[in-house]
């Protein structure tokens, strides 16, 4: 099937030429006369299928030229970077066309922006915080938009943006068609949009959360910080083929302490990315790693939704994400476009509910490799780690017996939500040793 045989017009067929691309990935041929047709949609393929063209190319088949001034196309992202990114994709696609599309992010000058709505635009690309702000300013009318895009929906529509997304909404015109498109999906976020949105048409290329064939897992059971710290150094010195790695960690601070071990033994090869930096430090982290200047990246979850990196040939999780959806979103980050991946996940004893909660997800274990012998097993605790060891000592005593917080409650529910019923992988988790063993 080549893009011959969708209804694009010249200007999209050149600009696909000229991209090299020779026929649609299956989310982009199923989406595309779905979009065509003005109904609602969720579409649900694996990470790196091409899911962006999947909803651009409709979008621009369809919008005609026209000079007025309030934008007709919203698409919406959690992150500034994948504001940058998708604008870039438009950008390669209307080549041909004189279309008008803006990027609106936070961490930037918001005059420049609201100058740039005011000489009028066709497509807005935004976060939604600057978005809200923008239209406060009362610059940017939404009362025009015909087709809204919410790209990483589960994301979007999870605890954090939820609100502040779905209040914003109701400000926006009813008559619109919406299109929603992720990875991953759960029946909570399915709940919210059955609620929120008009019959929307469910296109699933794969079945939510499913990894790519393409990248190949692995885990270690690695015990403590420091520890986690010489299998990476290790591994990075005794196998070139990590040559673009992007390290995954949980939190800024953490992101910042593996930044500054890894820097030490690697300088000048390591960038990192959280969002305490400037926008300035992030855009340039971000470039220099994705043009190859640098060799690896230490990253917050904020680059594990939909950015496309160039021939990322591994991702690192130094911890074990707490969410299944997490790790799927982190490991597509490599694996892209049909490329061939390594994720390597470092897991501690803490953890390893996380592993069993991702397993069952994906209805897979993940194949086990032991520390090489030469990696040191560190027994120095890092300030953070020392109170979970002294929490957990206590529990075992028993003398502060342990009541779960609020939080705990909550990954419960959240891992029941994501069970899919797969027996087999627990049962297998069962057995599994779970100790720190060299072979
Ligand atoms: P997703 O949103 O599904 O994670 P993206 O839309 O970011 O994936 O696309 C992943 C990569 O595949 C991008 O580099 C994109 O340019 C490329 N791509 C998209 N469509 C095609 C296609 N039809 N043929 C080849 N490469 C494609
Ligand atoms: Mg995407």
């Given at each position: 099937m080549s893009f011959e045989k969708l209804n694009l017009n010249k200007p999209l067929i050149s600009a696909l030429d000229d991209l090299g691309y020779i026929e649609p990935t299956p989310i982009q041929e199923r989406a595309f006369p779905i979009i065509m047709s003005g109904k609602d949609v969720i579409g649900i393929a694996q990470t790196g299928t091409g899911k962006t063209f999947a909803y651009l190319l409709p979008i621009l088949r369809s919008l005609k030229y026209s000079d007025q001034r309030h934008p007709r196309v919203l698409i919406i992202v959690p992150t500034r970077e994948l504001v940058l990114q998708i604008v870039k994709e438009i950008e390669k696609l209307s080549v041909y066309t004189s279309t008008r599309f803006l990027a609106i992010y936070g961490g930037t000058n918001i005059n420049t922006q609201k100058q740039l709505v005011y000489n009028g635009v066709d497509i807005i690309v935004a976060t939604p915080g600057r978005l809200v702000d923008l239209s406060l300013t009362g610059i940017l009318r939404l009362k025009d938009i015909k087709q809204l895009v919410i790209d990483e929906v589960d994301q979007m529509l999870s605890l954090g943006f939820r609100q502040q997304l779905l209040s914003f909404l109701e400000t926006m015109p009813s008559k619109k068609q919406t299109l929603m498109f992720s990875a991953t999906m759960n029946e909570e976020i399915e709940a919210v949009i059955t609620k929120y949105f008009y019959e929307p048409v469910k296109i699933e290329v794969a079945p939510h959360g499913t990894p790519l064939e393409k990248i190949v897992q692995v885990c270690y059971h690695v015990p403590n910080f420091n520890t986690k710290v010489n299998l990476l150094e290790y591994l990075l010195k005794h196998d070139d083929s990590l040559n673009k790695v992007l390290v995954f960690s949980a939190t800024k601070k953490l992101a910042d302490n593996v930044y500054e071990q890894l820097n030490q033994r690697f300088p000048n090869e390591v960038?990192?990315?959280?969002?305490?930096?400037?926008q300035t430090a992030r855009i340039n982290s971000l470039k220099q790693f994705h043009e190859g200047t640098?060799?690896?990246?230490?990253?917050?979850?904020?680059?594990?939704?939909?950015?496309d990196i160039t021939d990322v040939t591994h991702v690192v999780n130094f911890d074990t994400p707490e969410t299944p959806e997490d790790y799927i979103h982190r490991i597509g980050r490599t694996g892209r476009a049909n490329k061939d991946g390594v994720a390597i996940t470092f897991i501690n004893e803490t953890e390893q509910e996380f592993q069993v909660a991702i397993e069952t997800m994906m209805n897979k274990a993940i194949p086990y490799e032991s520390i090489p012998e030469e990696v040191v097993i560190s027994k120095v605790l890092t300030d953070d780690e020392i109170p979970k060891m002294v929490d957990k000592i206590k529990q075992k005593k028993g003398k502060d017996k342990y009541v779960p917080g609020p939080?705990?409650?909550?990954?419960?529910?959240?891992?029941?939500?994501?069970?899919?019923?797969?027996?087999?992988?627990?049962e297998k988790m069962k057995g599994k040793i779970r100790t720190y063993r060299r072979s």
């Open positions: 960038v990192v990315i959280h969002s305490n930096l400037s640098k060799r690896v990246l230490v990253a917050t979850d904020i680059v594990a939704r939909g950015l939080a705990f409650h909550e990954k419960k529910e959240k891992n029941k939500k994501v069970n899919l019923g797969s027996a087999s992988v627990k």
